[in-house]
């Protein structure tokens, strides 16, 4: 199955939507230059087609009692790696399970409240996942730069 690739008027909506996703239809409209349903039907079928999503987003930096955690899991078995991060990605607590090259297999992101909370963390809800070998736990202590819209950099 092929990737339907965005047009430009479709990568211009997605950046006017990443500034403020509140915008309406017809703002958007009004600065490119299109009418109001083209915007509407561009969002509707980016949204159907899993391209983008509109969510709200969390200031990490506003979260005093937070501390971002980046889990790094090697696993077993390379083959046993998609169904180990199957399994983290089941976890609700867990915003983010990637697979990696490199030194780990997985990453996976959190946020805990200290250093016991994510060693509780770790030991309760991953160590005993089918699998996993070993994690290396680090967290964020000092964030200089934490923007959400890492696709704009992909075009």
Known sequence: MSRRQLDEVDKLIVAQLSQDARR???????DLGVTEGTVRARIKRMEEEKLIRL??????????DALLAY??????????????????????????????LGRSDILAITMVRNTEHLAEFVHTRLSGIAGVRRTEST??????????RMARIVS
Request: without cysteine; negative net charge; hydrophobic residues 45%.
């Open 55 to 64: 969510t709200a987003v969390t200031n990490i930096d506003r979260f005093g």
């Open 24 to 30: 309406s239809n017809g703002q958007i409209a009004g």
């Open 71 to 100: 889990i790094w899991i090697e696993v077993e078995r390379s083959d046993r790696t998609r169904q180990v991060a199957q399994a983290l990605a089941a976890i609700p607590e867990l915003g983010f399970v990637g697979v990696m």
């Open 139 to 148: 967290l964020g202590v000092n964030f200089v730069k934490h923007d959400y």
